[in-house]
């Protein structure tokens, strides 16, 4: 096991020091690393094993040898160890052990891998240069034999056995079940411990926990650990500023957001308010809304929750556009969409320079607008309204309405093309996403929240909008983000147009915009088309076409490759389908909310638990158990006419009841659910 030095990005870096700092302890089968610990870290890092050991190594090149490598350690191909002592270079861990075994016999062995943080006046044992072990000694001995090593893994099953049993579905689909009972929620659980930090794909020194990330990563695991989720929030919001705009990313451990990236990302304010709101309608905790939490982590200026969601709002409505369109600011939640940026010089960031011909305009052009946040505002907003209105201030909630309504209005007047509707107007008052552009006609990010808020429906936009995605974005592994994919930079546009077509942001498939199209398919009582959309990315789904898609076939992927793929080298469909940047995406949360919420139709809502599915005309129905403020539903939805949507009768307990809201019955009893489709 090799050692980090405590800090990635330094370790990669700061050769000329690092290899000069290493430092270990042993003491009998224990191996401690503790670099910098006699001076400025309170932790440090052990290895062992449960029994005795015939030798060791902590040193990095005696363990590997001068010429070789690490796929052939000198010690490893010598059987024997070296009992290097680390002292710089590059400490590590490694146990020597000989074991002989008669015929049929076994023996297993122990080994464990702590970190230790001690109190400062605790450091050292009485001599002033011995790690205090008293922590590690107590972890050791917590799993130093099999059997408690056993009891210590049946306690974590039954960890993730309560966890997962929270909602539990049976459908007539085997690999639904499988993602929603198991995969899926794993995964949300994970997003939310490691939000975009460290995977295969994140370095773990860059991102931090994102503002819209862990807001959004809310959605998926509120039912799993909703304490936890409340201090996420709060958390959240405490980076926030006074006037709603927030630091893109803090910090984890210091909790502060991270100056080096800023804010004025459009976006980031309203997924607040849906993140507070799905707290609230899955516990019933109003109490949040009291909450003093802090601007900028300022508890001098702190403020109610409620405040903070006021001023996240308003922070839309007072930042708009010539076309009464939200700002787009330096991106929106396609952060490779950066219309103030004009970069044409190599190594700056699309997302931290803003071009200096807007410092006028406070950093930003006051011409570029956002469609996608237009339609996020008027998709989040009205929870905004439901919260003032169950407070009594119906004034506010009034005066927030008309804000909405008016957002909806522009949106339809300048920002419907037709068939679809627009992705942005660009900072020379350009449309962007429309049939009048000669690349990039149609963009998926728009049309979901468009669609779910009702915008034009009367017109049948909804529709249109459907059919326009079918037929420009969709494909057998999933709908792309935009079509045509870019074929040159414009420099208007920012990022998104430096990615190969099919790639990424450029014609590539999304997986985490598509959910919002699920969903959005599912309000409309497209069920058919909504599961369509949902098989096509499920990693369930893709187990026949793993040689093409090549990631895990039971976790999210950032991305697949688009239909447009290769085609930068001759090759077109070169990489289409295959997956890319596994488990640490927001894909998690919004399939998880688009499957069991939108599709399966089984989501908390203010006053209750509702039940609307929009599934598979071919279905017979469905059955699920979920927990829900204090008590067990148990649930069977029947569909006996075979519709996609649509609730003809509801009975809970033999008791008929008019609305498809399950009242909040928190009496730690089952309560039985009979739900006919019709």
Avoid at 53 to 66: E, P
Avoid at 128 to 155: F, R, S
Avoid at 314 to 326: A, E, F, Q, R, T
Avoid at 644 to 672: C, M, Q, R, W, Y
């Amino acid at each position: 096991m090799k050692s980090g030095l405590w800090d990635a990005q330094d370790d990669c870096t700061n050769f000329q020091r690092n290899f000069s700092t290493g430092r270990v302890e042993v003491v009998g089968s224990t191996i401690y690393h503790k670099t910098e610990y006699r001076d400025r870290r309170d932790h440090f890092a052990f290895y062992t094993v449960n029994d005795e050991i015939d030798g060791y190594d902590t040193d990095r090149d005696s363990f590997i040898g001068l010429y070789n490598g690490f796929h052939n350690p000198q010690a490893v191909e010598a059987g024997k160890s070296n009992d290097s002592f680390a002292d710089g270079w590059s400490p590590i861990a490694s146990h020597y052990k000989k074991i002989t075994l008669a015929p049929g016999e076994t023996k297993t062995l122990v080994f464990i891998l702590g970190y230790v943080e001690m109190p400062v006046d605790q450091k050292f044992e009485a001599d002033g240069k011995t790690i205090n072990k008293v922590k590690a000694l107590e972890m050791m001995e917590k799993y130093n034999t099999p059997e408690k090593v056993a009891a210590g893994l049946a306690e974590l099953k039954e960890h993730w056995n309560n966890l997962l049993s929270i909602l539990n579905v049976n459908t007539p689909d085997d690999k639904v079940n499988r993602m929603v009972n198991i995969w899926n929620q794993y995964q949300c659980m994970v997003t939310f411990n490691l939000s975009r930090s460290a995977s295969y794909f994140e370095s773990g020194i860059g991102r931090g926990m994102g503002f819209r990330d862990s807001n959004q990563d809310v959605l998926g695991f509120v039912h799993q650990i909703p304490d936890r989720a409340r201090e996420r929030i709060i958390d959240i919001a405490s980076t926030q500023f006074p006037d709603g705009g927030c630091y893109h990313q803090y910090q984890p451990l210091t909790k502060k957001g991270n100056a080096d990236i800023g804010g004025d990302f459009s976006d980031d304010p309203l997924w607040l308010i849906l993140s507070v709101s799905a707290y609230i309608k899955e516990t019933g905790d109003w109490g949040i809304l009291d909450e003093m939490v802090p601007y900028d982590n300022d508890m001098s200026i702190a403020k109610p929750m409620l405040d903070h969601l006021k001023v996240s709002f308003y922070k839309i409505v007072n930042n708009l556009g010539p076309h009464g369109l939200p700002l787009a600011m330096r991106a929106d939640w396609n952060d490779c969409i950066n219309l103030s940026c004009f970069s044409d010089t190599p190594g700056e960031s699309f997302q931290t320079y803003t071009n200096p011909k807007f410092a006028a305009e406070g950093g930003y052009s006051k011409v570029a607008e956002s469609v996608m946040v237009a339609t996020l505002f008027t998709y989040a907003g009205p929870n905004y309204v439901a919260i003032l209105k169950h407070l009594g201030m119906d004034a506010e909630a009034e005066a927030a309405q008309a804000e909405i309504d008016k957002m909806k209005a522009n949106i339809m007047e300048s920002a419907w093309d037709g068939d679809w509707f627009l992705r942005a107007y660009d900072a020379n008052g350009e449309k962007m996403g429309s049939k009048e552009c000669e690349e990039g006609q149609i963009f998926i990010e728009p049309q979901g929240f468009a669609i779910m808020s009702d915008i034009g429906k009367d017109q049948g936009c909804d529709k249109k909008t459907l059919a326009a995605i079918d037929e420009r974005l969709n494909t057998q592994y999933g709908l792309v983000l935009n079509n045509p994919a870019f074929t040159k930079y414009y420099i208007q546009y920012g990022e998104i147009s430096t990615y190969p077509g099919g790639y990424k942001e450029n014609a590539g498939i999304f997986t985490h915009n598509n959910a919002w199209i699920i969903c959005a398919a599912a309000y409309a009582g497209a069920g058919d088309q909504a599961f369509k959309y949902y098989s096509e990315i499920a990693p369930a789904f893709t187990e026949e076409t793993s040689d093409i898609h090549k990631t895990e076939p039971y976790v999210y992927g950032q991305m697949i490759g688009g239909k447009d793929a290769g085609s930068d080298i001759g090759k077109p469909g070169n990489h289409f389908g295959q997956g890319k940047n596994s488990w640490l995406t927001g894909t998690a949360a919004w399939n998880m909310v688009a499957i069991s919420q939108y599709i399966l139709g089984i989501s908390a809502d203010f006053d209750g638990l509702k039940i609307d599915p929009s599934i598979p005309a071919a279905w017979d129905g469905l059955n699920a158990t979920r927990q829900f403020r204090g008590a067990t539903y148990d649930i069977k939805v029947t569909n006996p006419n075979h519709v996609n949507k649509g609730i003809k009768s509801v009975t809970v307990d033999g008791n008929a009841i008019e609305s498809n809201v399950l009242p909040v019955f928190g009496d730690g009893k089952t309560h039985t659910v009979e739900v006919v489709m019709g």
